[in-house]
C-alpha cells in the first residue's frame, strides 16, 4: 500500500511559478511509475505529465510541454511538478498518482490505470 500526499497548491498571477510535491509512503513508490492529473469544475480529470521509475522516460500533454517539469526522488520517495508561465486556464485541483498499469503506447495518460492517488491541491492562476 502506498500513501500519496501532496504539497499545499496556492493562488499565483499568470505569468508565474509554482512548485508542488507528493511524498508517498513505502519503498514500492521506487518502483512504480507515476503521474500529475488535474481537474476543473465540469471537466474530466487531465493528463498532465508522466515519469518513468527511473526517471528515463517523461511524457508531457501538449498544454503544459515547455512549462512544467515532472522529476522525482527516489531517495526521499518524491515526486515533483515544477509549474512555470502559469496560465489561468491552469486552474485546477492537481492530483499525483502512482502504480501505473501499461495497455500499450500512450495509455500512461489513461486516469484509470493508475492505482494510488493522492488527495489533491488547488491551484489558483489569476490573470
Known amino acids: 500500500q502506498v500513501r500519496l500526499v501532496e504539497s499545499r497548491g496556492g493562488l499565483v498571477q499568470a505569468g508565474g511559478s509554482l512548485r508542488l510535491s507528493c511524498k508517498a509512503s513505502?519503498?514500492?513508490?521506487?518502483?512504480?511509475?507515476a503521474a500529475w492529473f488535474r481537474q476543473s469544475p465540469g471537466k474530466d480529470r487531465e493528463f498532465v505529465t508522466h515519469i518513468s521509475s527511473t526517471g528515463n522516460q517523461i511524457y508531457y500533454s501538449d498544454s503544459v510541454k515547455g512549462r512544467f517539469t515532472v522529476s522525482r526522488d527516489n531517495v526521499k520517495n518524491t515526486l515533483y511538478l515544477e509549474m512555470n508561465n502559469l496560465k489561468p486556464e491552469d486552474t485546477a485541483v492537481y492530483y499525483c498518482?502512482?502504480?501505473?498499469?501499461?495497455?500499450?503506447?500512450?495509455?500512461?495518460?489513461?486516469?484509470?490505470?493508475?492505482?494510488?492517488w493522492g488527495q489533491g491541491t488547488q491551484v489558483t492562476v489569476s490573470s
Open positions: 498518482a502512482a502504480q501505473f498499469t501499461s495497455r500499450g503506447l500512450g495509455s500512461y495518460a489513461s486516469a484509470g490505470l493508475y492505482g494510488y
Open positions: 513505502g519503498h514500492a513508490f521506487r518502483s512504480y511509475s
